[in-house]
């Protein structure tokens, strides 16, 4: 699979932003989809996940009830809306597909592909 993330941009604190990420080669539907991040100096961190098969979702706790995570089949495209972005938000955002379960979705060297990375800037 290759993973094409886009959106990412400068944005002040308590905007909007909205990365898609363009899948090829392979249908998404057969892999859970998610978004990693890594701010400078920092370790890469989970931020999303949406599953195959039932498409749950799962976030972690700096985000949830801010970020959502979704995606569209036909498109073979997955997306994930942020808002009430925060400076701590910034840090370049990476679309990952793998096939983990249950919590190895959170470790990211669970997941097979990943995008180049978009960079999303929050100024206060």
């Known amino acids: 699979v290759q993973l094409q993330a886009s959106g990412g941009g400068l944005v002040q604190a308590g905007g909007s932003l909205k990365l898609s990420c363009a899948a090829s080669?392979?249908?998404?539907?057969?892999?859970?989809m998610g978004w990693f991040r890594q701010a400078p100096g920092k370790e890469r961190e989970f931020v999303a996940v949406?599953?195959?098969?039932?498409?749950?979702?799962s976030y972690t706790d700096f985000v949830r009830g801010r970020f959502s995570i979704s995606k569209d089949n036909a498109k073979n495209t997955v997306y994930l809306q942020m808002n009430s972005l925060k400076p701590e938000d910034t840090a370049v955002y990476y679309c990952?597909?793998?096939?983990?379960?249950?919590?190895?979705?959170?470790?990211?060297?669970?997941?097979?592909?990943w995008g180049q990375g978009t960079l999303v800037t929050v100024s206060s």
């Open positions: 949406i599953r195959r098969g039932d498409g749950s979702t």
């Open positions: 080669g392979r249908a998404i539907r057969s892999y859970n």
């Open positions: 990952v597909a793998g096939q983990a379960v249950h919590s190895a979705v959170y470790n990211p060297a669970n997941y097979y592909y």
